[in-house]
């Protein structure tokens, strides 16, 4: 690929950009390189106009890595890597809250690839959140005080509340070094070192604040188009306000391990038993589990 042949158009100040001029089913090897370095500047791209199959969705999802079943979607038996999620008026999969994929778990996803097979005249916009930008324009004091601290993530939304994870508040991106938020609304549960009060004033702050308008792109989808987007340092959210039908299909690419920021400051906070150690149960239950392996 002959990135001079591109035509590359921004689409936000903060992050997105929409990509012209490859056909991504003759995408092959040689073009990785140039599409990574795309995704590192943009966090997110858009190819309008794409054909992609089941197979060559998920030939083209490999040049980027491993690929793995999501742990509560699937298309087919055949396809345990590839899935389809149908919406209808607001009824059905609607990925409605701000999220970074699977976080729940100890390798979150890195990368996604979705295929907008249908969508609706009107409505059913996706927005994306620049994880970056929302770490940097932190006061010093907080960045610093967030750098030190600790997230329990769990699949609750997904009916599977036992499956957990503790990532950064803050990572660093393992391709270009930056750091960013990493705690979101959806799997993000409690902050371990402090208490549930404290937690749950934080997290309110820092998930209002990573969503704010000026962090985003907003992207109206065409049938055919094709997004990239970056998990280690975004956050998107599916508008539910739209009729008719909304399908995708998506792989996902695995394998992340988010590196903190700054080491570890303090011990996990848990009050002694009372009435009011219900709020603590959760983590409780995380360290003895992790204590028992």
């Known amino acids: 690929m002959d990135m001079k ?19 991504l089913e003759q995408a092959g090897p040689s073009d990785v390189d140039a599409l990574r370095a795309l995704l590192l500047e943009h966090m997110v791209l858009f190819f ?6 089941p197979d060559s969705h998920i030939a083209f999802g490999r040049l980027f890595g491993e690929l793995e079943a999501h742990p509560n979607l699937s298309f087919n038996a055949e396809r345990p890597e590839f899935f389809e999620l149908h919406a209808s008026g607001g009824q059905g999969a609607i990925a409605d ?20 097979v249908q969508c609706p005249a009107v409505g059913g916009d996706t927005m994306w959140a620049n994880m970056y930008k929302a770490y940097a324009e932190l006061s010093p004091a907080m960045r610093e005080f967030c750098e030190g601290l600790t997230a329990l993530h769990d699949a609750h939304p997904h009916g599977n509340p036992e499956r957990m994870a503790v990532h950064p508040v803050v ?3 393992p391709e270009t ?12 549960r409690r902050i371990v070192e402090l208490g549930h009060e404290e937690s749950a004033s934080l997290l309110g702050f820092l998930t209002r604040w990573a969503t704010s308008p000026r962090f985003t ?22 508008l539910n306000d739209f009729e008719g039908e909304r399908v ?7 394998g992340d391990h988010p590196e903190p920021a ?21 983590l409780w239950e995380y360290l003895g589990s992790e204590t028992s392996k």
Request: glycine share 6%; charged share 20%; hydrophobic share 35%.
């Open 5 to 23: 042949t591109l035509e590359v158009e921004r689409l936000s100040g903060s992050l997105g950009a929409e990509v012209r001029g490859l056909v």
């Open 48 to 53: 309008p106009g794409q054909k992609l199959t």
């Open 97 to 116: 809250e701000w999220h970074s994929d699977l976080t729940c778990q100890a390798s979150p996803s890195v990368m996604a690839i979705l295929n907008m």
């Open 171 to 173: 990572r660093v991106h």
């Open 177 to 188: 070094g930056r750091k960013s938020l990493f705690v979101n609304e959806h799997f993000t």
């Open 217 to 238: 792109v907003r992207y109206r989808w065409s049938q055919g188009t094709v997004a990239i987007w970056d998990n280690r340092c975004t956050q998107h959210n599916v």
């Open 248 to 254: 995708i299909q998506r792989v996902t690419v695995m």
């Open 262 to 282: 700054a080491p570890k400051r303090w011990e996990p906070y848990l009050k002694p038993l009372s009435a009011a150690s219900r709020h603590d149960r959760q």
